[in-house]
């Protein structure tokens, strides 16, 4: 979603949190790529990237938990979004002072003025 007035960015900003705790929004999510290296366990990576096992065997296609050397694997994330910063909406401005009143000249009062001579 894509806000382009201040108020409603800071709006955003305050119900995004709620409504992902709600579960109305679901929360974006990411790959971290890991090349496994020797001594590396689907359960290590598990427990590195606070991931369930099957969640990674099942992204990556895996029939069993063995991984292979110098392989990539995908590993899915949450998150990813971080906060913005705090948006400051400014104050409503005031409309400007009246004019003062004209000062009524002789004009106004109905007093003609002379006529310009003819060319």
Do not use: C
């Amino acid at each position: 979603m894509r806000f382009f007035n201040p108020l409603a960015q800071e709006t955003g900003r305050r119900s995004y949190e709620i409504l992902i705790k709600r579960h109305v929004l679901q929360p974006p999510s990411y790959f971290v790529r890991h090349k496994a290296k020797s001594g590396d366990t689907l359960s290590w990576l598990a427990l590195k990237y606070h991931v369930p096992a099957k969640v990674i065997q099942q992204i990556n296609g895996l029939k069993t938990d063995a991984i292979k050397i110098d392989r990539e694997y995908r590993i899915p994330q949450s998150g990813g979004v971080r906060a913005a910063p705090r948006v400051t909406v400014p104050s409503r401005r005031l409309p400007p002072e009246p004019a003062p009143a004209p000062i009524p000249n002789a004009e106004q009062k109905g007093v003609a003025r002379p006529a310009a001579p003819a060319l």
